[in-house]
């Protein structure tokens, strides 16, 4: 049987051109394979921050408003103590009561917090529920462990949430001139409330680099 040592020298150069070839074609992959999942992890980075944006700027509208609120709330017990039982029933049961007889400067305001929920809260909500349709990564791992577990929860909830504000801000807000906010965790409890601390969790799960 002839020994390897014996073939022809081209051959050797042969397999050895096959063999770095194929070297070659199985690196290019690898390496493509690497770049796409790096793509595919600077989009989701992207779209993270993204919803991190709107749920902060959802916050500090709210804060805005609330301190609207608070000041509505304020004017209209000076001027009418006997409401402040009504009071107790929250906000929206206050501002419905007074509605009629709200001076203008209560006007004003109550027209400023409803401006608020129509124009601001609620076009943030949307785009948040969009982006949640979208999602098929982050609120995947709802049932797991750690970090990733703990925002895929809260955004499930936030999901719920989101559903259940709409719901409401369609029998509560559009037909009633007398309503102004939008509340699912107040003493009424019309729903799942929103889940507290989320926009912590998601910037620090982007700070891990998904």
Same mark, same amino acid.
């Given at each position: ?57 959802? %916050?500090?509208?709210? +804060?805005?408003?609330?301190y609207n609120r608070d /000041?509505?709330?304020? $004017? ?5 103590? #006997? ?26 305001? %109550?027209?400023?917090? +409803? ?6 809260? /609620?076009?943030?909500? $949307? ?5 949640? #349709? ?26 719920? %949430? ?16 007398d309503h102004s906010l ?29």
């Open positions: 049987m002839e020994s390897i040592l014996s073939l022809p020298e081209w051959f050797g150069a042969a397999i050895l051109g096959a063999v770095i070839a194929a070297l070659g074609y199985v690196g290019k992959i690898v390496y493509e394979w690497i770049d796409e999942i790096q793509d595919r992890k600077a989009q989701r980075r992207a779209r993270l921050a993204g919803l991190i944006s709107m749920l902060r700027a959802e %916050h500090a509208t709210y +804060r805005v408003q609330s /000041r509505l709330k304020e $004017l209209i017990l000076q001027r009418d103590p #006997k409401l402040e039982d009504v009071a107790q029933s929250g906000f929206e049961s206050l501002f419905s009561a007074a509605y009629g007889d709200m001076s203008n400067e209560e006007k004003e305001l %109550h027209t400023i917090v +409803r401006s608020y929920t129509i124009n601001s809260i /609620r076009p943030l909500n $949307l785009a948040a529920v969009e982006w949640l #349709k979208n999602d098929n990564y982050f609120k995947i791992p709802r049932k797991g462990h750690g970090l990733r577990g703990e925002v895929g929860r809260m955004l499930a909830q936030l999901d719920a %949430h989101l559903l259940m504000w709409e719901a409401k801000y369609q029998i509560w807000i559009p037909d009633r001139q939008v509340y699912l965790d107040d003493e009424k409890k019309h729903g799942i409330p929103f889940p507290a601390g989320i926009e912590n969790k998601l910037e620090q799960l982007l700070e891990t680099g998904i």
